[in-house]
């Protein structure tokens, strides 16, 4: 018999009880700012009565309907936030493509290395990782200045790659740790190359992990606001740095509304993307757990 079957119904019913509840909860800061987003701000920050976030009254007053897309209009349209979604998706895809290309090469050549070089130089890469990225920024802004390379794109991906590399490392070591050498010995015999040999029999086995470490580079880069903000101008934003500029400042008076449609914007493609991929990360992350 089953663990389910034995279970009480009374044991049942707390257990969906809670799992209802924690979702709810999760899933509540998202959807209240989603409801707001079609609201305009006297409404979705009224003091008067917080009702007016729900019913909409000033949004009827304003617009004549009790939802409004003025704030997705002004922010991607009026601010030209769609820029800035072009400017993350090139960096996003760049990093990725980038750090999975250095990181399954080199977590490949030190997973098999015999040399003990190959020990310490994952752990410069560990502490290289554990410095703060503020730190490391600095120290790239005045080569960037003199050789007129700042704001640009291309210097916040280099950027990004360098802070990202040595946790690509560390992740697709460990993936490739797990996976026998008998794998490489056996294709070799049968007359494969080293790189072929990496390729047709090493990658397939561990495309879980690939996938999984893409996903948190693709994070990384997406969710950057130290890194970005530093280094970009402010015409060649990406969409975190842009979305705070909405807030404005003690000079400049922002657009919450705007703000808080660029958020519902930028978390969205999230929610999707951890959807679709969530058998291809929960694989790779327990991938590790069993020795191949």
Not at 236 to 261: D, E, H, I, R, Y
């Amino acid at each position: 018999m089953s663990v389910a079957t034995r279970r009480s119904p009374a044991a049942n019913t707390l257990a969906y009880g809670f799992i209802i509840i924690w979702l709810i909860m999760a899933a509540f800061p998202f959807l209240w700012t989603l409801w707001g987003s079609f609201k305009v701000e006297g409404d979705f920050f009224s003091k008067a009565d917080w009702a007016n976030s729900i019913f909409g009254t000033l949004t009827v007053v304003e617009t004549g309907s009790s939802f409004t897309g003025d704030g997705y209009y002004g922010a991607w349209v009026q601010e030209e936030f769609w820029r800035a979604a072009l400017n993350t998706t090139i960096v996003c895809v760049c990093v990725v493509t980038i750090s999975l290309t250095c990181g399954t090469l080199g977590g490949y050549a030190l997973s098999r290395s015999t040399y003990r070089y190959a020990f310490w130089f994952l752990i410069c890469a560990l502490m290289f990782r554990a410095m703060p990225p503020i730190t490391l920024v600095s120290g790239y802004l005045l080569p960037f200045f003199e050789w007129n390379l700042w704001g640009h794109l291309s210097t916040t991906i280099i950027v990004l790659v360098a802070i990202n590399q040595p946790f690509t490392l560390w992740m697709l070591h460990a993936f490739f740790k797990n996976i026998p050498k008998d794998l490489d010995e056996s294709a070799m015999v049968d007359g494969c190359t080293r790189f072929q040999a990496f390729r047709h029999v090493i990658i397939p086995v561990m495309w879980p992990g690939v996938i999984t470490t893409g996903l948190f580079s693709f994070l990384l880069a997406y969710n950057d606001f130290a890194v970005t903000s530093m280094l970009l101008s402010k015409d060649n934003q990406t969409m975190v740095p842009k979305l705070a500029s909405f807030l404005g400042t003690t000079q400049t008076k922002g657009n919450v509304m705007f703000a808080v449609s660029a958020v519902v914007s930028v978390t969205a493609p999230l929610f999707v993307m951890i959807i679709f991929f969530q058998r291809q990360i929960v694989s790779g992350l327990t991938a590790g757990a069993v020795k191949g």
